[in-house]
């Protein structure tokens, strides 16, 4: 039900936060407790939109097929895992600092919240996007004990690239939503405009992480990851034509995971 290649999205951002607030090597300990966090708290929110969102992916022919709503994974083992995924979760902020642990709430919130915004609102992928967006914050703050601005183009960057690549994957689902009243930006917009959409979130993405190089003074060998991200991005907008959707998912997966790896990369070999 939830591969460990999901986080391979929002993981990078949040190793790269680790290299900034650590000027260069973060510790091992730090890092470990990171990636714990990270790990446990995105299988604890799949995990709970997979619960949530049962009924309606049994409705769908796109997810009709996963595990819960076949019955392969009973809902038992779900709650399970998730009541294991928080324990996880809240163990690692414990760990980590004093406010790492007092701001666990608040992500859980959000966590919680986002799987309903989709019977509301058409901002759910804004909403998606600054829950991923924790995971440089939250690791800037593991490091540091404090939040500082610095992070904050990074975070923000975070925000628009997922949300810019969530509407694009909402795109399989526009029928659907239609069919049964379900909120998203390509329902509400249509494949055109939500095409343009993504690009321009994707556009912001870009220039702030452009900004978080300038902040924190990173070296030509960041600039130069920059430039491949984004030949990315105009490669991942280049697969997804209005009249054609067919390479949607290599757009969403391949191209995605590529660029958190290249910021992360990047980053890594500009400050070591």
Not at 79 to 84: A, Y
Not at 110 to 126: A, M
Not at 178 to 202: A, C, Q, V
């Amino acid at each position: 039900m939830i591969k460990f290649s999901h986080s391979i999205f929002a993981l990078p951002f949040a190793l790269t936060s680790t290299i900034l607030a650590s000027n260069g090597l973060p510790p091992l300990r730090e890092t470990i407790l990171i990636i714990l966090a990270m790990v446990s708290a995105r299988s604890l929110a799949m995990g709970l939109n997979r619960l949530i969102d049962k009924d309606i992916d049994a409705l769908n022919p796109r997810t009709s097929k996963r595990e819960l709503p076949t019955g392969r994974i009973k809902v038992v083992e779900v709650v399970i895992f998730i009541m294991v995924s928080l324990i996880l979760f809240i163990f690692s902020a414990y760990m980590l600092n004093e406010l790492c642990l007092k701001l666990a709430p608040v992500a859980l919130i959000f966590i919680f919240v986002y799987s309903y915004t989709k019977r509301f609102t058409w901002l759910c992928h804004i909403v998606l996007g600054i829950c991923i967006s924790a995971a440089p914050v939250g690791a800037w703050i593991a490091i540091k004990g404090t939040f500082n601005w610095e992070i904050l183009p990074l975070s923000i960057a975070v925000v628009f690239w997922l949300a810019g690549f969530d509407i694009l994957y909402a795109l399989q689902d526009i029928d659907f939503d239609k069919r049964y009243g379900l909120y998203s930006i390509p329902n509400r917009f249509g494949i055109s405009k939500s095409l343009w959409i993504s690009r321009t979130f994707h556009l912001i993405t870009f220039l702030m992480l452009v900004l978080t190089g300038i902040v924190f003074n990173l070296s030509t060998l960041y600039w130069i990851g920059m430039v491949v991200v984004l030949l990315l991005f105009v490669y991942e907008h280049s697969l997804v034509k209005k009249d054609d959707l067919s390479r949607l998912n290599l757009a969403f997966f391949n191209m995605n995971g590529y660029i958190s790896i290249i910021v992360f990369l990047s980053t890594s070999l500009s400050l070591m």
